[in-house]
Every structure is written in structure tokens, then in C-alpha cells.
């Protein structure tokens, strides 16, 4: 896999190559356990924009799946909010492979003061 860094970006954007996983719940599970922090985004969606801004701003390089760069981004976006169990399909947040949830979650846990140890525990973070 050939990862797409670019100076000014959140983190690394990586394009989703075709494979042999027909259904979107596995390649979201894979691809979540890929990185130790994962973002699904859409590139024009501000609460996206947001989360990736906080992880940056904390020292974090979250590996972010556009959806809308994707062929089958609507089948994944569609897996994301059956994961979610509601409407709100983007960002999802997988830390550690886990799935934290979309913006509220993440800054519900900033906030409280477990993001941190989530991402410690994951690798993303040292200090």
C-alpha cells in the first residue's frame, strides 16, 4: 500500500484499494485495524474537518478514508451509520480498532479526559 502524505494535511490520507472483501461492515473493520487511529470523513464536512484538526492539534496522525474519493464510499458510508445506529454517518472514529464513534463521542471522551489514554494505548500517542 502506497501512503499519500502531504505537508499541509491531517494526517495520512490513504487511498482505498480494491479487494477481495464484498462486504462494507469487513473491509470498515480491516481497514479500522490497519492504523492505530483511523478517521472516516467526507472532504467537505466541517464536524469531519473538526475531528481531524483536534487529532492533529494533539501530535496524533489519524489515517483518513475520504469517502467520497471512493467508488464504494456511499456502501461504506451506509455500514458506518448501521454501525452507529443512527443518521449521522461521518466522521467515525476507530481508535486502536475500536469503534469510539462520530464527533460527539470523540469530544465527549476529549473532554472528559479519555481520549488521551485511549490514544496512549493504542500507539498513537507517547506523551
Given at each position: 500500500?502506497?501512503?499519500?502524505?502531504?505537508?499541509?494535511?491531517?494526517?495520512?490520507?490513504?487511498?482505498?484499494?480494491?479487494?477481495?472483501?464484498?462486504?462494507?461492515?469487513?473491509?470498515?473493520?480491516?481497514?479500522?485495524?490497519e492504523s492505530a487511529v483511523v478517521v472516516f470523513s467526507?472532504?467537505?464536512?466541517?464536524?469531519?474537518?473538526?475531528?481531524?484538526?483536534?487529532?492533529?492539534?494533539?501530535?496524533?496522525?489519524?489515517?483518513?478514508?475520504?469517502?467520497?474519493?471512493?467508488?464504494?464510499?456511499?456502501?461504506?458510508?451506509?455500514?458506518?451509520?448501521?454501525?452507529?445506529?443512527?443518521?449521522?454517518?461521518?466522521?467515525?472514529?476507530?481508535?486502536?480498532?475500536?469503534?469510539?464513534?462520530?464527533?460527539?463521542?470523540?469530544?465527549?471522551?476529549?473532554?472528559?479526559?479519555?481520549?488521551?489514554?485511549?490514544?496512549?494505548?493504542?500507539?498513537?500517542?507517547?506523551?
Amino acid at each position: 500500500m502506497q501512503y499519500q502524505y502531504q505537508a499541509e494535511s491531517w494526517g495520512y490520507y490513504v487511498p482505498m484499494r480494491t479487494s477481495m472483501v464484498s462486504d462494507p461492515l469487513e473491509k470498515v473493520a480491516r481497514l479500522a485495524s490497519e492504523s492505530a487511529v483511523v478517521v472516516f470523513s467526507i472532504s467537505s464536512c466541517c464536524m469531519c474537518h473538526a475531528v481531524k484538526r483536534l487529532f492533529c492539534g494533539m501530535g496524533v496522525n489519524p489515517t483518513v478514508y475520504e469517502l467520497d474519493h471512493d467508488p464504494r464510499g456511499k456502501e461504506i458510508e451506509k455500514a458506518l451509520m448501521r454501525l452507529l445506529g443512527n443518521s449521522t454517518s461521518v466522521p467515525v472514529v476507530f481508535i486502536g480498532g475500536k469503534l469510539i464513534g462520530a464527533m460527539e463521542r470523540v469530544m465527549a471522551s476529549h473532554i472528559s479526559g479519555t481520549l488521551v489514554p485511549l490514544l496512549k494505548e493504542a500507539g498513537a500517542l507517547w506523551l
